[in-house]
């Protein structure tokens, strides 16, 4: 499944290991700290209409990330790890996915948080999914919930047909289980 790493949460994690870096072992996560800075201003440039020759400058910052995530042995053990980290995630297009698509992809998973959020929070407060059936029933209720919720069901009618059904599961759960 396609993802995007949350571009801040880098940043973070490179501001980490600058923290305690000095000289030249700064030289790889400031470089590479400008080129994200640099993608993530692109893209809002882009949502604010201000962006000339996006594409020519996404481009042009993805072929720099490329050539500095370029497999090679650091002598900082921190800075290695980055290198593989953030290069494994980047040769899967999860780095600056939000550069080739950005229409669709953030630079933050903020989103994504936002709508796991409300699952999380019915699993801290509620006492039934400490246990495994509990759990497994909530995540079917929830399940059937949102596929009526993208199907533009009435969650009572969608909760009613499926109770009411006897037989099998109503066509609109079927036909939404087979296309996903």
């Known amino acids: 499944m396609a993802q995007q790493k949350c571009g801040y949460h880098i940043l973070r ?11 030249p072992a700064r030289a790889f996560g400031e470089h590479l700290k400008g080129l994200l800075q ?9 949502h604010e ?13 993805q ?6 995530l370029k497999p090679r042995a650091l002598s900082d053990p921190d800075n290695q790890r980055l290198l593989e980290q953030l290069s494994w995630h980047h040769a899967g297009g999860n780095l600056l996915r939000f550069l080739d698509q950005p229409d669709v992809a953030e630079p933050t998973n903020n989103r994504a948080e936002r709508r796991l ?3 999380v929070i019915a699993r801290k407060v509620s006492h039934c999914s400490q246990n495994d059936a509990g759990a497994d029933t909530y995540a079917a209720f929830k399940s059937v919930l949102e596929t009526a919720h993208k199907s533009a069901q009435s969650l009572v009618a969608a909760l009613t047909a499926l109770f009411r059904s006897t037989d099998k599961p109503p066509d609109w759960l079927v036909s939404a289980c087979a296309s996903s």
């Open 38 to 46: 640099e993608a993530i201003a692109l893209w809002h440039a882009y």
């Open 117 to 119: 959020r409300p699952a």
């Open 13 to 23: 994690s490179i501001d980490q290991v600058l923290a305690d870096k000095t000289g």
């Open 49 to 61: 209409g201000c962006a000339t020759n996006f594409a020519a400058e996404a481009q042009r910052i």
């Open 63 to 68: 072929q720099a990330v490329t050539e500095h």
